[in-house]
RNA sequence: GGCGGCGUACCCAAGUGGCUAAGGGAGAGGUCUGCAAAACCUCCAUUCACCGGUUCGAAUCCGGUCGCCGCCUCCA
């Protein structure tokens, strides 16, 4: 079966065709750069990272393209409050976004171009548009005239008089038709200014991603993605932007993710739900966590996110990690099973990815792979074993998941678990030798009071031929 | 008001015309173990919000009802 995905543009669910054979141009819209990253932003940028990787491991060659949104009234408005420039500002967000993506495994980009370096491009769009006719200048703003693009709509599917009828749509008289939107906005003293055309100013929000994505690859391309949020007006507004001023469509396939929801409800900020990645991740054992929830439902539905879903990732990843350091004990460093043709694992994993990144589904495929992995260990098949870890590998490598070692992740775990336990590894220790004289003198019942005292404090110890070992919780 | 989506077991979550409705978590029993843990095996939805219809056959298509969510304003 064939890559498919689900078109925005059309409705439909369709076959990937790209214009260049062998090579996928993708833009993705990222971040505005006035605070910290939440899990919503999260999900998004996850999402497109597997798309990412998913159109890599599938043999073609991915110019990924994603901006960053570094001028805009929010930054202003923040950077006024505390005193700092504007740049200063977008530069410390920035380096956190940049650490929040290192941490949750995504992939850095082709490009990762800032909307203040390219200035130049924005203008030059917009005079073109103004020779089309189909933007106005008023006052030193310039306006897109919305009712002189015949397709305004189409991505939302709207029409343009249905929007009006219901919009709470701010009356703005200079207007001339009240779903235009700005494409530049004269500037105020004090806030960040270019020169133009129409007199000192700064570029409206959607004419950045119209001219960077042109500038990096071309038009049109072949995939646009972002969040559902950013279906209308947003994209939108690209579109009537892009293909207004070049003739010809933005983007082939217009690829959108589902929100993230707290308590069934969209997280904002005016609700007060919004959780950062900083703070996802500091109630997890390692970020991996955080990404395994994020696949772990289908990208373009809504997810609801919870404490439970973390504790329940957490849990899943931990026997996946288990099985993996099992049959790297059983395989040793030396051998692998990367010669091996792929089985069916690897082609069932395809046909889920295939169809429309359906990471839940390819999640599925590895649990069955692992319980498979674990039958063969029990077995002592380990030619099997190789094949499935060097599967499993691969699969990871897709979903960006079970990419530390082993037995770094299970420590990693032990030791989150174990600060939130009150005790010392060496008092753990001293009740195992303790446990352990009292086994040999066949003292079961002291043995047995060691292992519920210990098993109390969340401490869980396993007997094996080579001694005893322990684990959290 | 317009547009879009969702409602599947105790919880999460795939499946969108036809073999036994994936997978994970929780729960129950078993194998193993001095006892445990882990792993494995078995069980856990004759049923897919509800009501009609189409069909040889529907969770899946069509119509309607109820409930929830998102967008139409800055939003990933």
Redesign the pocket.
């Given at each position: 079966m064939a890559l498919r995905f689900h078109n925005t543009l059309t409705?439909k669910t369709e076959e990937f065709v790209p214009l260049r054979s062998g090579e996928v141009h993708m833009y993705v819209?990222?971040?505005?750069v006035y605070d910290r990253s939440h899990i919503?932003?999260a999900?998004?940028l996850v999402a497109f990272d597997v798309i990412y990787r998913y159109l890599q491991f599938s043999g073609y060659e991915v110019t990924f393209v994603r901006n960053f949104?570094d001028v805009?009234d929010?930054i202003i408005n923040r950077a006024n409050e505390r005193g700092i420039s504007a740049e200063e500002l977008t530069d410390t967000y920035i380096r956190d976004f940049n650490s929040d993506m290192q941490a949750l495994r995504c992939l850095p980009p082709t490009h990762e171009p800032r909307a203040t370096q390219h200035i130049p491009d924005m203008l030059t769009l917009i005079q073109e548009l103004e020779a089309k006719k189909l933007a106005y200048a008023v006052d030193g703003d310039v306006y897109y005239a919305v009712d002189r693009f015949a397709a305004y709509g189409k991505l939302?599917?709207?029409?343009l008089e249905?929007?009006e009828?219901?919009?709470?749509?701010e009356v703005d008289e200079r207007k001339r038709h009240p779903?235009d939107?700005a494409l530049w906005k004269s500037s105020k003293p004090g806030e960040p200014a270019w020169d133009s055309p129409w007199g000192k100013g700064r570029p409206g929000?959607h004419i950045e991603c119209s001219a960077m994505s042109s500038k990096y690859l071309g038009q049109p391309f072949d995939i646009h993605g972002?969040?559902?949020?950013?279906?209308?007006?947003?994209h939108e507004n690209e579109i009537a932007q892009s293909e207004g001023a070049k003739g010809c469509a933005l983007a082939r396939y217009w690829l959108h993710?589902?929100?993230?929801?707290v308590e069934?409800?969209?997280?904002?900020k005016s609700l007060g739900n919004f959780l950062t990645i900083e703070a996802a991740l500091s109630k997890v054992s390692t970020p991996e966590v955080l990404r395994q929830v994020l696949l772990?439902?289908?990208y373009r539905?809504?997810?609801?996110f919870s404490t439970?879903?973390l504790?329940?990732a957490e849990?899943?990843l931990a026997?996946i990690y288990?099985?993996l350091a099992r049959a790297d004990e059983a395989i040793g460093a030396s051998n692998n099973g990367d010669r091996l043709a792929e089985s069916a694992h690897i082609n069932r994993f395809r046909e889920a990815m295939d169809?429309d990144c359906?990471t839940?589904?390819a999640?599925?495929m590895i649990?069955?792979g692992?319980?498979e992995m674990?039958?063969a260990?029990?077995g002592g098949q380990i030619p099997e074993v190789a094949v499935l870890r060097s599967e499993i590998a691969k699969m990871g490598g897709v979903l960006g998941l079970f990419q530390e070692p082993p037995a770094q992740f299970l420590e990693h775990q032990k030791q989150t678990g174990l600060a939130e336990a009150s005790l010392t590894p060496e008092a753990i220790e001293a009740l195992i030798d303790e446990r352990a004289a009292a086994?040999k003198e066949k003292d079961?019942q002291r043995?047995?009071e060691i292992?519920a005292q210990l098993a109390e404090q969340g401490i869980?110890?396993?007997?094996?031929l080579t001694g005893t070992t322990w684990?959290v919780r």
């Open positions: 409705g819209c990222g971040v505005t919503g932003h999900r998004a949104t805009d929010k939302a599917h709207r029409r249905d929007m009828a219901g919009a709470r749509i779903m939107f929000w972002g969040g559902a949020d950013l279906i209308f007006p947003h993710n589902g929100m993230v929801t069934q409800e969209k997280m904002s772990s439902s289908h539905m809504a997810l609801d439970q879903k504790a329940e849990k899943g026997r288990k099985t169809d359906n839940p589904r999640l599925g649990f069955d692992v319980r674990n039958r260990l029990d086994r079961f043995a047995d292992r869980v110890l396993k007997d094996s684990t």
